[in-house]
């Protein structure tokens, strides 16, 4: 990962840098991306696996979503290296708690591995930038995949939760995922080691 000194639209983009991964860009949202944002969560599959996004996903909520962007929160919109938005990844601060990672991948960009592509490279911004102590993260019991890419970046489980799913209008069943800096030190030394190798 990278970050990059690309230009930005507003004052918040002036402050959330740009990752650059391997195939990917991680950058602050901007209210241009509104249509797109909504074409690409409009999907009852995303929806019910992210504890947020409403369903059906209007432009009206991208909007409020790329608006609402707090001080305690910082998005990025994950983009092709051609610009084609594929999700979104974030970390949000918890009141006297761990901060949070959640994240989002339209259907079409399932299984090609840029959720966890993402999620690394938002895990190591946060350890290294903001200065993070640890992270939590948590996955639908019935989302096996979101889970995969959890573990793939080094979280571990600590236990079974109840969430309250917005598009469901209900709770349910997460799996609690938690990643320490000297695990995320751990893995990301033996990463390097790997790709010299």
């Not at 995303?46 to 001080?71: G, M, Q, V, W």
Request: glycine share 8%.
């Amino acid at each position: 990962m990278t970050l990059l000194g690309l230009p930005t639209e507003s004052f918040r983009e002036g402050s959330i840098p740009v990752l650059e991964t391997e195939r990917l860009f991680l950058r602050a949202p901007r209210l241009g991306d509104a249509k797109h944002v909504a074409a690409l969560a409009n999907d009852k599959r995303i929806a019910e696996n992210t504890r947020r996004l409403p369903h059906p996903y209007t432009r009206s909520d991208a909007e409020d979503f790329i608006s609402s962007l707090d001080a305690g929160e910082i998005g990025f919109l994950i983009t092709r290296h051609d610009e084609t938005i594929v999700g979104a990844c974030g970390i949000a601060a918890q009141d006297d708690a761990v901060p949070e990672i959640g994240y989002w991948l339209g259907v079409n960009h399932w299984g090609q591995g840029y959720a966890t592509e993402a999620v690394r490279a938002v895990i190591d911004y946060a350890f290294t930038e903001l200065g993070h102590e640890s992270l939590q993260a948590g996955a639908r019991v019935t989302n096996p995949a979101s889970r995969r890419i959890l573990e793939k970046c080094g979280f571990q489980w600590t236990g079974v939760g109840l969430c309250r799913i917005r598009a469901l209008a209900s709770s349910a069943p997460i799996d609690r995922f938690r990643l320490d800096r000297g695990l995320w030190t751990s893995l990301r030394s033996w990463r390097d080691v790997k790709r010299v190798a």
